[in-house]
């Protein structure tokens, strides 16, 4: 079967964490809907925003990416959050429709997240925006199933915190690993280090390759580290925390999503927030993932008040963004892409800035500056700044640039 994963137009308001990062990649609950997709078929198809398409067919060579052939696909919205329940109600949906002699879709949060077509009737009837009255114009037949689905930044954390285990039961049952302590499972086989403290009533703890973790440190299931990432000594990781692969982690962390190369390897709280790739939290930085008054959490996102209905949001980092020594970040707040905070961040922060707002100074963070920043990066971790590197930094330069009008456009000096 060939899989079509597209991005509806609504993606790109998930900034910052769509802003350099297709939605089939996005983590939640330790996985992506990308691997999700290849537990149906290893046939894959994204349809990502123009700007994205030469990263990801870089990174992913196994997927075609804004490119298909002539044929049947069953069409996924990336904004189906990837997790093990989702998988089976698909699974139970495409038996139901294969025995049906009208088309079917798969609909939840009023648009559709899976439905059976051809490239051609995709591309001439208006499908691909995954809007529900051109599916019904066509003939399509709604089946409503109660189904995860990544609306607002808030949804991240809610499902993370939700679907964790399950995801990780899922992936022990699908793959071979060593049990090697009490509900602690390696892909590596070689014994837990001495002082460490597991507790896995919650949920297990997954080690993949290459895991390193330090002495005197607590987890608490449910636990996914990804492939060759450190946990330093003396840390506190608590239940449904996702740690990407090549990651350093310290101090204590709570109920987030952290993607890959990113490091928050010293003290400092981290709760109830996504962390995308490339961020460097410096020592000291904290999020709020609570309100003084115990209240529900307001997010103030793209001009609008999204009340999420859950008591604890922390923040929601893009790409590349680095905290200073001692930063605080207020609850349910946004950090751009390619952006540096200083002190405190009381309000979102805007893609590539300098923002230091406790001296009410926030000025532009200039694109030279970001790819030589970029390059030292990479060069640290044994890879090679490629063009599409540089190129996607230039896109989302010049996709932010109306979140920094009026701002002083001052070079930060090394």
């Known amino acids: 079967m060939n899989i079509l994963i597209v991005e509806d137009p609504t993606v790109a308001l998930l900034s910052p964490v769509t802003t350099g990062r297709a939605m089939p990649l996005v983590t939640c609950a330790g996985w992506r809907l990308y691997e999700l997709a290849k537990e149906i078929s290893p046939k894959i198809t994204f349809l990502v925003r123009d700007y994205l398409a030469p990263t990801v067919a870089a990174d992913f060579p196994d997927v075609s990416v804004n490119q ?10 990336a904004r189906l959050a990837p997790t093990a329940s989702n998988l ?25 997240m899976a439905a059976i077509s051809t490239k051609q009737a995709l591309q001439t009837s208006g499908l691909l925006n995954c ?7 066509a003939g399509y037949q709604p089946c409503e199933r109660s189904l995860d689905v990544i609306e607002s930044l808030h949804d991240l954390v809610r499902i993370n915190e939700k679907s964790l285990t399950e995801n990780l039961n899922y992936r022990l049952q699908r793959r071979s690993y060593f049990e090697i302590a009490d509900g602690v499972y390696s892909a590596d086989e070689r014994p837990l280090p001495d002082h460490i403290v597991t507790e896995t009533q919650e949920g297990p703890i997954v ?3 290459g895991w390193s973790i330090g002495p005197f440190t607590l987890l608490r299931g449910p636990i996914f580290m990804d492939a060759n990432s450190r946990i330093n000594e003396h840390a506190s990781i608590k239940e449904s925390v996702s740690i990407g692969p090549t990651c350093k982690v310290g101090g204590e962390i709570e109920a987030t999503v952290i993607e890959g190369f990113s490091n928050k390897q010293h ?23 609570l309100k003084n008054t115990y209240g529900l959490v307001n997010m103030q996102h793209r001009g609008e008040k999204i009340n999420t209905g859950m008591q604890f949001v922390g923040c929601f980092m893009g790409d590349y963004a680095k905290t200073a020594i001692n930063t605080s970040i207020f609850t349910g707040k946004t950090i751009g892409v390619c952006s540096m905070v200083y002190g405190v961040a009381s309000k ?7 923002d230091a707002q406790l001296w009410n100074r926030v ?21 090679i700044q490629r063009d599409c590197d540089q190129d996607l930094l ?21």
């Open 363 to 383: 000025t532009e963070v200039s694109l030279q500056v970001m790819i030589e920043t970029q390059k030292r990066m990479f060069t640290r971790r044994g890879r």
């Open 207 to 209: 080690l993949e390759t």
């Open 394 to 414: 230039k896109s989302m330069f010049e996709l932010s640039r109306q979140e920094r009008n009026g701002l002083a456009c001052e070079p930060l000096v090394f």
């Open 348 to 354: 979102n922060v805007a893609a590539f800035t300098n």
């Open 68 to 77: 298909w052939d002539d044929g049947t696909y069953l069409l996924l919205n």
């Open 131 to 137: 809007e529900l009255t051109p599916f019904r114009d």
């Open 267 to 289: 003290h400092g709280f981290l709760g109830h927030s996504y962390l995308g790739s490339w961020i460097n939290l410096g020592a000291g930085t904290c999020n709020s993932d």
């Open 88 to 112: 089976a109600t698909l699974q139970s949906w495409l038996r139901d429709a294969s025995q049906k002699t009208q088309p079917s879709m798969l609909v939840a949060s009023g648009r559709v």
